[in-house]
């Protein structure tokens, strides 16, 4: 006989940023409990699936999640009580079903998701497998870790950069720790040539540091003395992947560059992307255009996108029909994963598929404000992403996805491959 849910508890707790979040404990008849909580975006797309808070006043200044919590105890527990845990999608549709919204507006993806994850994660104790190889069939790939060294806009308070993320990806290693260790030293590289430049290494919301610049191109001039002087090839070994989150400074049909004091039109953004890629060595822009901007991601993706990856983020929120939409009209050529923009492992990993099947990339993604929960690490190993973006190698809850990548690596042992270069 199968394992059945038997019970379900879940609290508010806090994330990285100190605000609250939902966590689940689920209980099945096997004896296994297994724990998941959800993360939270800072710069979230107008699209994705509904982060349910009180909005009272009274309580973490409008932030609280008691009704998600509630809506768990009261609704979830009940409806799910019984069923096969081993039945990711039937339990994920049945959450659906109950919720009865397209964005997951009314029990809130944030409970949903949490349930959903640790479904995932007990059914695979219950199978006495690691997670990784629960959620996929294999081959098995470890994802070149896309680190932001450099945070801007939303994610440094918008006294640095205005693009949000720059990141190195260290795409010359020839396995997962070595790339960590690649990428471990050219971020401390980095906050030695800050130091020297007198600016701030004080960090972001991500981990990396958050300099005040006189451009946005300054932060790959700083990242490309980092990986020079940590004995490293730009380009050849650790390449730079760009993450300008530009629908946060996109209003009135102009994207405003408040660092350069400049108004771009879509064309003129584009050719600034241009004016970088054939200056650095930049494997990746995400989100280089507003959410909305379909026609211009279309000239973007013709006229960078044969030598660059163009990533959508906001442009998707891991939606099959907006990612559908995107890959008939060739709108990007790569998918940014994150499972809280769509709110269900079944429809995140629907999501990743619909982009393999189209020979698209996707990069699986932990969001601005994190919780220690390594969910993400297991499932782009699972899914062979061959990308993963968690973050600076600083702070706990982004490092814990990274050493749980460490600990995969171990377990794979001899059959363990490191996705490198043909990740992009």
Same mark, same amino acid.
């Given at each position: ?24 404990? /689920? ?19 107008? @699209? ?30 009940? /409806? ?10 039937? #339990?994920? !549709? ?9 964005? !997951? ?6 409970? +949903? ?12 104790? %219950? ?9 996929? &069939?294999?081959? *098995? ?13 939303? @994610? ?39 130091? &020297? ?13 958050? $300099? ?21 090839? $730009? ?19 102009? *994207? ?7 108004? /771009? ?5 584009? %050719? ?7 200056? *650095?060595? +930049? /494997?990746? +822009? ?19 996108? &044969?030598?660059?990856? #163009? ?11 907006? #990612? ?5 009209? @060739? ?29 698209? &990339? ?26 993963? !973006? ?35």
């Amino acid at each position: 006989m199968n394992s059945t849910i038997t019970t379900i508890h879940a609290r508010e707790i806090l994330d990285s940023r100190g605000n609250p979040t939902v966590e689940v404990d /689920l209980c099945t008849s096997a004896g296994t409990r297994a724990r998941a909580a959800c993360p939270s975006g800072a710069s979230t797309g107008i @699209h994705e699936a509904v982060e349910l808070r009180d909005n009272d006043n009274t309580r973490f200044l409008g932030k609280g999640v008691r009704n998600a919590v509630s809506n768990i105890q009261d609704r979830i527990a009940p /409806l799910l009580s019984g069923m096969d845990v081993s039945d990711q999608e039937g #339990i994920d !549709k049945a959450l659906i079903e109950q919720d009865g919204t397209k964005n !997951k507006g009314n029990l809130g993806a944030n409970a +949903i998701l949490t349930i959903s994850m640790a479904v995932a994660r007990a059914a695979a104790a %219950d199978a006495k497998v690691p997670l990784w190889k629960f959620l996929g &069939k294999g081959p *098995y790939l470890l994802p070149v870790p896309c680190m932001n060294v450099i945070n801007g806009g939303a @994610h440094a308070n918008w006294q640095g950069a205005d693009f949000q993320e720059y990141m190195i990806a260290p795409v010359g290693a020839t396995s997962f720790g070595e790339a960590l260790r690649w990428g471990c030293e050219t971020y401390q590289t980095l906050k030695g040539v800050l130091k &020297k430049k007198g600016a701030s290494v004080g960090v972001g919301d991500e981990g990396g540091f958050a $300099p005040v610049v006189s451009s946005n191109e300054e932060p790959l001039i700083l990242i490309i003395s980092a990986i020079e002087e940590a004995g490293y090839t $730009p380009g050849t070994d650790i390449g730079i992947a760009l993450d300008p989150a530009s629908s946060e400074f996109f209003s009135d049909g102009k *994207y405003r560059l408040l660092t350069e004091k400049s108004d /771009l039109s879509s064309g003129e953004m584009i %050719d600034r992307y241009a004016d970088l890629v054939r200056s *650095y060595p +930049i /494997l990746s +822009i995400e989100d280089g255009l507003g959410q909305d901007d379909w026609e211009g991601w279309k000239e973007l993706t013709a006229r960078i996108g &044969k030598n660059v990856q #163009i990533v959508g983020d906001d442009l998707f929120v891991t939606n099959a029909l907006r #990612i559908q939409k995107g890959i008939k009209d @060739h709108s990007a050529n790569a998918v940014l994963i994150k499972l809280n923009q769509i709110g269900t492992v079944t429809e995140t990993i629907q999501a990743v598929r619909m982009a393999q099947d189209a020979h698209w &990339k996707a990069m699986v993604s932990h969001r601005s404000g994190e919780t220690s929960d390594s969910f993400i690490a297991d499932l782009s190993v699972a899914l062979g992403t061959g990308q993963i !973006k968690s973050g600076a190698p600083c702070r706990g809850e982004r490092v814990e996805k990274y050493n749980q990548l460490l600990r995969i690596e171990e377990d794979l042992g001899s059959e363990s491959r490191y996705a490198g270069r043909s990740a992009f």
